[in-house]
């Protein structure tokens, strides 16, 4: 009898072995029929490739499987046995039937996903539970829609990955061996050691994928990939607490499952804009259909190697990996080390790799909030949301800091028109409700602000009348609360559109490729530069002007090295020949009032130096002849 750790060499080396041989055939095979992938506009390989290699890694690891759960080792623990292997088997034979005619015809992406599903219904018979969430376990049919929506997604996440050298496998690799930590964690030793054939497989198949590859996965191989994952971490859901069932695959599978929801999100602004669009934009749009934004996509367009780009999103499942085993191992401390994990996770997503989904969805945000469309139901959006807050204020501070009485609600009721009213009727008489936010300046915010201080204090001194023997420590702590709970969200809601008019302009900035390495400065940090750059963000001109803004320069000292509207000042007109050579600058946008010598200065460097000299101007011109009777109109205003 096989000694414990032989076991699992014996597992990874059927899966390897098996995978190892089988590839080639499955490449001449390929090439021999046409099963081949031509490089276009979505495969960044330079030349055909065979595909459909997945099926030698869906071979290598049944044979795996086979080794490990029908061969008399003694008795481990977990949940997985032959008979789990039989239904295995046959959900697996649905997918590969599916991936094989998609990679030699091609299919729909609902008939796909219709496969896709009917493999996740057949494996759920097997015994394969979602399993409790908050101890509460669900009906055998709610369970089952839940296992089928988890696999789904896990697939369709792998498969969606699978777009560069190595990528799927080597992601793969990365989160199988992160489970088989999980689950040997977690006393499962049975389970862990299917996930052994997974990763012998995956290695061997790398070894003929990994760049420059010559036989591609396929949707054969990804698909697959995907489901014994989603299924293998499933293992997980049921042994732990709905903390751990969740939040543990989700890190372990993070990198697809992540490109996956970005997918999703973008595809569906995308498609709610082109419904908006004159006339509903073309016909071929929506989830199911593929675009050229996913992770590696975006990396290999940032100038990115496409073996770096896979080893990059491999480190970055890495990551996500040692959190899940830290949480799996330190339970005590793992509420800590998901928030470390999450915040972590959140910076680096927003900043760096969301751009594009937060651009659109900023943009579908803007039109939707610029739109003159229900202008009743707009006008009592700011009302309705002003008062729900007041009030909920109200109860918040009296259930705080009031003794509980049977009679709360009445007592509410009757403080609502002390705490209530004043405030409400200041912004009714005033034009709060009649401003267009959209379009409002900062003094319109200030006189909010200040509307909303004054009626707040109004109702502490009408409070102060009305029962004048109260402590005024408690009608101060009433009139604190009340404050701190409404108002925040009272100016927020004014406030949301320049916040996400700001968030669009710098998303779309970060997110533009740059076009024949357009490098230009501004010359002007005043009110021209600011006119400039979000005329750029926001109007038609600035889709198709994919220059790099490198920086502003300007004549006053005290803004040099400082950074305005977003972007560093880097000196003035005298230090440009400097600059554009340190910055390889090929472009100058003048945005401001020049004088005739920084005019001159700054033509004579552009012949100079070859570079592309534009201005930008924001200016009053007369249209038409003034009369004598009237003033003649300036020429421009500063």
Known sequence: ????????????????????????????????????????????HRRPTARGGGIAVVLGVHAACIVALAYPWPQMAGGIDFHWWEHFALASLVLLIVGLIDDIRGLSPWVKLGGQALAALLISFAGVRFGAVLGVDFPWYIDRALVVFWLLAVINAFNLIDGLDGLASGLAIISATGLFGILMINHLPGNALVLMGLIGSCLAFLRYNFSPATIFLGDTGSMFLG???????????????????????????GVPIYDALLAIWRRSVRMWLRGKEAGGGPKKSGIMQPDLDHLHHRLVKAGISTKRVALLLCLGNLALVIFGLLITTFRSHAAGIFLIAILAGAYFVMRHLALIELRDTGTAILGGLRRPTHATLKALAGPVWDMLWMVGAVAVSMWLFEPATNDFWHRWFLDLPVWVTPTFSLLAVSRIYVTVWSRARMRDLLQLALTLQLGLLISLGVALLIDPYQEIQRWLIRTLVVGAVSHPPILAARMVYR???ELVNWSKVASEPIANGARVVLYGAGGRCWLYLRERAFNSFGGSDRRLTVGIIDDEPSLHFQYVYGYQVLGGGKDLPRLVAAHNINGIIITALLTAEARAAVRDLALQHGLQLTEWRCQEEPLVPPTPTEPPLPGRIS
């Open 499 to 501: 916040f996400v008019e």
């Open 1 to 44: 009898m096989f000694g414990d750790l032989t076991k699992y060499i014996v597992v990874f080396a059927t899966g390897f072995l098996v995978t190892y041989i089988l590839t080639p055939v499955a490449r001449a095979l390929a090439w021999r029929y046409g099963i081949v992938d031509k490089p276009d506009a979505r495969r960044p």
């Open 227 to 253: 489901f014994i994952l989603g299924v293998l971490s499933l293992q997980t859901f049921t042994k732990s607490t709905f903390f751990f069932s969740l939040t543990i695959p989700m890190l372990v599978l």
